[in-house]
């Protein structure tokens, strides 16, 4: 698999020699391979200290930085994915995007672990969701179409395929559009995908498409994301964007990401470090990073501890719109 470079000759990035290099990667780490990822675990889940890092023949690599945008350059209308959260899944897990090699972690509200509450008729999260590597929500200037900056984050993605999916595996997922969502007045792409080998795929290149084969879903997403994402505020243009314009949004936010690596914009305190690009200024060989970053040697998981019983009911919308929680009711 090899990574893209556009862009990467307007910013004057050159990596090393074609002997040593693959599509970016570095030799030692090998050339980007999907079936050689695995992952290594420390600590319980659904706790603040809980890590998850992704890795390469055995080594820890960032899920953000190495794994590529493209898994064929050839067809820029799918992506690789990475599995945040699983579906029907509660926890808010993320990428941690001021530790080195970025793990995955469980966000917090309140200094506790932040969960999703069940709001019927959707039980937490009703797709897969993740983020689209090296990509980035600049939040360094308002975008054009939102009129927002951007989150300072990878652009998320959620997958309406079949495989209920498990944290950090990566996917290749088949763009079908996406919603503009403005979230505390910053941009916050949802691309719309699906897995590539799901049976629909070959079936569907939009979002009209999947509405052919599953009717009422596509509106089912949007109002989720009304709701909770924006608050209730509604998405900019009030309707899914069309894949063509969505994949032109995904090579833009690839480009910022490149300007975030090579050093020449406000990194907003992301962690840049990376095993596979060389050239890059922030670049640590795979196998030298657990030393210099201090990472557990082993796989070490935790006993999950068990999802507040408050999330593990339903919550209702009252007519005014306001999430009522049955455990505070009289």
Request: proline share 8%; aromatic share 12%; net charge negative.
């Amino acid at each position: 698999m090899r990574t893209s470079f556009l862009g990467f000759a307007l910013l004057g990035l050159t990596t090393a020699s074609p002997s040593k290099l693959s599509g970016g990667q570095h030799a030692t780490c090998s050339t980007f391979n999907a079936s050689r990822l695995s992952l290594r675990e420390n600590g319980s889940r659904n706790t603040l200290e809980w890590r998850m890092w992704l890795e390469l023949n055995g080594n820890p690599i960032s899920p953000w930085h190495d794994v590529p945008l493209y898994p064929d350059a050839n067809d820029t209308s799918v992506v690789n994915f990475v599995v945040e959260i699983p579906r029907w899944t509660a926890g808010k897990i993320e990428i941690k995007r001021d530790e080195p090699l970025n793990p995955i972690f469980h966000d917090e509200r309140d200094d506790a672990p932040r969960f999703r509450e069940n709001v019927w008729p959707y039980k937490a999260h009703p797709f897969l969701y993740g983020s689209i590597p090296q990509t980035w929500e600049s939040p360094n200037f308002n975008h054009s179409f939102t009129g927002y900056p951007g989150d300072n984050d990878s652009m998320d993605l959620f997958d309406i395929g079949q495989d209920p999916g498990y944290y950090g595996q990566v996917k290749q997922v088949k763009i079908l559009g996406g919603l503009a969502v403005v979230d505390d007045d910053e941009t916050d792409w949802k691309m719309m995908g699906i897995d590539a080998k799901d049976p629909l795929a070959v079936l569907v290149n939009s979002v009209e498409n999947v509405e052919n084969y599953r009717p009422g879903t596509t509106q089912a997403f949007y109002e989720w994301y009304v709701g909770f994402e924006a608050e209730k505020t509604p998405i900019v243009g009030e309707a899914y964007q069309n894949q063509t314009f969505c994949l032109r949004q995904i090579v833009e936010s690839h480009v910022f990401w490149q300007e975030l690596v090579a050093g020449t914009v406000d990194p907003n305190e992301i962690e840049t470090a990376q095993t596979s690009i060389e050239s890059l200024w922030d670049y640590i060989s795979c196998e030298e990073a657990p030393k210099e970053f201090d990472l557990p040697k082993k796989n070490k998981p935790g006993r999950p501890v068990e999802v507040p019983k408050k999330y593990q009911g339903w919550f209702f919308y009252s007519e005014e719109g306001e999430l009522l929680d049955p455990s505070t009711q009289d």
